[in-house]
């Protein structure tokens, strides 16, 4: 499968400096470029998971949007500049500041590349019992999202890929195989949640 992050920044410290973070993840090709200009779009269009990042006031809205659309999986990282620099757009998965703790951009970096949707085996990947875990709790997408640094966007297709594991699509369905698989303790759990 092939596994990609590419960084795309004008700053050339920017792009160094997360890549140096991300490096140490296992089996994924880093690129950087300093403009969306520089992209190969057929060598990005053939990989199969794709973790793109780039500047969240970027110019190249729309190239980026066709680039999601013939993906196959991916997730899209914006970045933000400064205090002061905002972003409505919800095109993106995560948004971050540039002075993001380490530990929060592996986090998300390492979550997306570990659920690998193509074990056809059933078994859930660790993200997905996360998310699991956290939807047999009685959260919302919303706060699924927050607590995993996740978009909505992401934890909707995270429940989609649960329940085709599964084929269990009711919240009490999955509340108890999450209580029988030990991914939460019965006592976590209020009775309500089952009705």
Not at 152 to 173: A, C, D, M, W
């Amino acid at each position: 499968m092939a596994k990609s992050i590419v960084i795309i920044h004008p700053a050339e410290i920017i792009r160094k400096g997360i890549s140096s973070l991300l490096e140490d993840i296992q089996s994924v090709r880093i690129s950087c470029f300093p403009d969306f200009s520089k992209l190969n779009m057929q060598e990005l269009k053939a990989a199969q998971k794709l973790l793109l990042i780039v500047p969240a006031n970027c110019r190249y809205a729309q190239e980026l949007l066709e680039l999601r659309t013939s993906i196959g999986e991916h997730e899209l990282v914006g970045v933000l500049t400064n205090d002061k620099e905002k972003c409505e757009d919800n095109a993106f998965d995560h948004l971050i500041p540039i002075d993001v703790p380490a530990k929060q951009l592996i986090q998300i970096a390492e979550g997306f590349f570990e659920s690998d949707d193509t074990d056809n085996s059933g078994e859930l990947t660790i993200r997905e019992k996360e998310v699991l875990r956290l939807i047999a709790l009685g959260n919302t997408n919303k706060t699924i999202a927050d607590t995993l640094f996740i978009s909505t966007h992401t934890v909707i297709s995270h429940r989609k890929n649960i329940t085709e594991k599964l084929g269990i699509k009711s919240i009490p369905g999955l509340t108890v195989y999450a209580i029988i698989q030990k991914i939460v303790g019965p006592s976590d759990i209020s009775p309500d949640q089952l009705s």
